[in-house]
T-cell receptor, first 115, second 113 residues
Framework: DTAVSQTPKYLVTQMGNDKSIKCEQNLGHDTMYWYKQDSKKFLKIMFSYNNKELIINETVPNRFSPKSPDKAHLNLHINSLELGDSAVYFC??????????????FGEGSRLTVL | DQQVKQNSPSLSVQEGRISILNCDYTNSMFDYFLWYKKYPAEGPTFLISISSIKDKNEDGRFTVFLNKSAKHLSLHIVPSQPGDSAVYFCAASAAGGYQKVTFGTGTKLQVIP
């Protein structure tokens, strides 16, 4: 029973298209994230939601819009895709209790290729 | 501005020997330091962590050492096993930082049988 699941796992699309990646967690966690791993393998935070409220937005282009319909789901919609958007996108979750100990639970990743 | 740095992109070690992975950080506000392990086509998984008030934390074959004055931490794996072959990410967080976690670029460890 997967704790953090993302769909689709692979996505190949043309420049200019709009696409979405979905994420769901069944851990009962309050906080969810989107991380991007680019070609240099750097894992960089994009967004974080706590109980459906946006709490971290790391200077990501407006073409990226996260949406959290409830605390178990965090989706990522990308408009007007560019070549530089090609990356692996990881969803993660963590319990929002106590100090920020940094322990995250990641999904398997969604590899986006923009042609 | 890369606040967490792993300067060795790869490391090869013989099975049974010690693997030492290194990490440097620049932000003095970090309170927790973590290591994550990642296999191909999977997400990173938490391995071990250490609070900034400690200098060592051990969990089985894995030990993390923290040198705050040098802003340096290391992960020791003893003895190394072929199943340890993976990418290891160093990460750090600040206690009041809304669960934001900053990652390094990873070190690919290969344990040779």
């Amino acid at each position: 029973d997967t704790a953090v699941s993302q769909t689709p796992k692979y996505l190949v699309t043309q420049m200019g298209n709009d696409k979405s990646i979905k994420c769901e967690q069944n851990l009962g966690h309050d906080t969810m994230y989107w991380y991007k791993q680019d070609s240099k393998k750097f894992l960089k935070i994009m967004f974080s939601y706590n109980n459906k409220e946006l709490i971290i937005n790391e200077t990501v282009p407006n073409r990226f819009s996260p949406k959290s319909p409830d605390k178990a789901h965090l989706n990522l919609h990308i408009n007007s895709l560019e070549l530089g958007d090609s990356a692996v996108y990881f969803c993660a979750s963590s319990p929002q209790t106590g100090p920020n100990t940094g322990e995250l639970f990641f999904g398997e990743g969604s590899r986006l290729t923009v042609l | 501005d890369q606040q967490v740095k792993q300067n060795s992109p790869s490391l090869s070690v013989q099975e049974g020997r010690i693997s030492i992975l290194n990490c440097d950080y620049t932000n003095s506000m970090f309170d927790y330091f973590l290591w994550y392990k990642k296999y191909p086509a999977e997400g990173p998984t938490f391995l071990i962590s250490i609070s900034s008030i400690k200098d060592k934390n051990e969990d089985g074959r894995f030990t993390v050492f923290l040198n705050k004055s040098a802003k340096h931490l290391s992960l020791h794996i003893v003895p190394s096993q072929p199943g340890d072959s993976a990418v290891y990410f160093c990460a750090a967080s600040a206690a009041g930082g809304y669960q934001k976690v900053t990652f390094g670029t990873g070190t690919k460890l290969q344990v040779i049988p």
